[in-house]
């Protein structure tokens, strides 16, 4: 930050300058980060908002074969309905950069189910019903890597444009203030200098 006490001296003024340099290339570097985090954040987003509409497209239909499986077992029938194995899968990620900030593109993928125990509480409409929730666990874990790549570069973004702001209207402004008193006192001290030098010669 530019001292408003500094002594105006030509080396100071010469320092101050190119302090001021460093400072606007970093202003610079910053506000060009900030457009590419913005059009990351738009990217992440439509990725995000079409997993959202497969999720909710397949969620409605996972309803749609519940009212079925209730229809044809009711609601206490249903919940005495034989718990399915435990699900097992794995996910995978794969991590990416953008400007330093880490993101992960996420691909789960569950196990083939067991095959249902036959009891006679079996039906087509509860096994539809159940197959179908299972199958949203996949959509429900890119969503939520989606989210967290979201909240990510919303962090990084809003860190760099305050950063930016700092240096725009904050740093940058003083130095100048400073660098033109400066360049005055300079100047000043310069024409008092010319005129000892003219009575000198007197």
């Known amino acids: 930050m530019a001292d408003p006490d500094v002594t105006p001296t030509q080396s100071a003024f010469l320092a101050l300058k190119d302090e001021r340099q460093g400072m606007q290339e970093g202003y610079h570097f910053l506000d060009e980060k900030r457009y590419i985090l913005a059009a990351e954040c738009l990217a992440e987003l439509a990725r995000y908002e079409a997993a959202l509409t497969a999720f909710s497209r397949d969620y409605q239909d996972a309803v749609s074969a519940l009212r079925e499986a209730v229809a ?14 435990a699900i097992a899968g794995a996910l995978h990620l794969q991590p990416r ?68 702001r700092a240096l725009e209207e904050v740093l940058l402004p003083e130095i ?13 001290l310069e024409r008092e200098e010319s005129v000892r030098a003219r009575r000198i010669g007197q």
């Open 72 to 85: 044809r077992h009711g609601v206490e029938g249903l919940r005495l309905y034989p718990a399915a194995a």
């Open 97 to 164: 950069s953008v400007l330093g900030v880490t993101l992960y593109d996420l691909n789960c993928a569950l196990d083939p189910p067991e095959p249902p125990a036959e009891t006679p509480l079996a039906s087509p409409e509860a096994r539809h019903c159940r197959a179908l929730f299972r199958a949203l666990l996949p959509r429900a874990a890119a969503l939520a890597a989606a989210a967290a790549n979201l909240e990510r570069l919303r962090a990084d973004y809003a860190r760099t444009a305050r950063r930016a």
């Open 176 to 188: 100048d203030d400073t660098l033109r008193r400066l360049e005055g006192a300079l100047e000043e």
